[in-house]
C-alpha cells in the first residue's frame, strides 16, 4: 500500500454536460479547470500540481536569437566545408583562415550559451 501512495495518482474521469463545463470554465476565469475543481471540491488548501508536457524553454528570448542566429548563418555549409578541406590536407593556414575560425568558434560559444539560458540549464564556468 505505501509504494501506491509514492506513484502518481490514477486521473479522474468527470462528465459534464456542454452547459456544465461552460459554467465551470466561466467560473475558473484563467485559473486552469482542474485547479479550480480541486479548489471547490477539496477547499483552498489544495496542493500544487507539478506541470505536465510543458517546454523546457525558460528564455524565450534566447532561443530566439539561437533559432535566428542558426536561420542567418552558414554554419553548417562552412563546417562541412572546413571538415573537407582539411580531410583532402587542401586547408590553407592564413591569416584569414585563422580569423575565420576563431570567428566560428565564438559563434558557436554564444548560440551554446544562449541555448543553455534558454532551456534553463546551469552553464559551466569556461577557463
Do not use: W
Request: proline share 6%; hydrophobic share 35%; aromatic share 4%.
Amino acid at each position: 500500500m505505501a509504494d501506491k501512495q509514492k506513484s502518481s495518482p490514477t486521473p479522474f474521469s468527470l462528465r459534464l454536460t456542454f452547459e456544465e463545463r461552460a459554467a465551470l470554465e466561466a467560473a475558473a476565469g484563467s485559473e486552469p479547470l482542474g485547479r479550480y475543481i480541486r479548489k471547490k471540491v477539496l477547499g483552498e488548501d489544495v496542493a500544487e500540481r507539478k506541470p505536465y508536457g510543458k517546454s523546457p524553454v525558460k528564455d524565450h528570448i534566447a532561443l530566439g536569437r539561437v533559432l535566428a542566429g542558426l536561420g542567418q548563418s552558414r554554419l553548417s555549409n562552412n563546417l562541412n566545408q572546413l571538415a573537407r578541406a582539411v580531410n583532402s590536407g587542401s586547408l590553407p593556414v592564413t591569416p584569414d583562415t585563422d580569423a575565420d575560425l576563431r570567428e566560428a568558434c565564438d559563434d558557436i560559444r554564444q548560440i551554446r550559451s544562449d541555448l543553455i539560458r534558454a532551456l534553463g540549464l546551469q552553464q559551466e564556468i569556461q577557463p
